[in-house]
C-alpha cells in the first residue's frame, strides 16, 4: 500500500496537465500513487496522462464514461485511492 493518493480531476487540460503532473512528481516525498481522472475530455488530455502512466508506475488513468464534474471525478478517485 502506498502512504499518499494524490487524486487529480482533469478535463480538457491538455495545455496545464504536463505541468500539474511534473509538478506531483517532482516532490522529495516518493511514497505515493498520483490518481488522473479524466472527465472524457475531448483534446489530448488523455493521451498525455496515459504517456506518463507508462513511464511511471506510481501514475495511474481513470475515465470517466461521460464528463461528470469535479466532484463526482474527485469522489471516483477516492474510490480507487490506495493510500491512507
Sequence with gaps: MVC???IMPAYN????????????L???????ELIV??????????NI???YQSNDKRVLLVDN??????????NKGIEV???R
Design 65 to 74: 464514461e461521460i464528463n461528470s464534474g469535479v466532484s463526482f471525478s474527485r
Design 26 to 32: 517532482a516532490q522529495t516525498f516518493g511514497d505515493f
Design 49 to 51: 496522462i496515459m504517456n
Design 13 to 24: 487540460a491538455q495545455n496545464t496537465i504536463k505541468q500539474a503532473i511534473d509538478s506531483v
Design 37 to 46: 481522472i479524466n472527465d472524457h475530455s475531448t483534446d489530448d488530455t488523455r
Design 81 to 83: 485511492a490506495q493510500g
Design 4 to 6: 499518499v493518493s494524490v
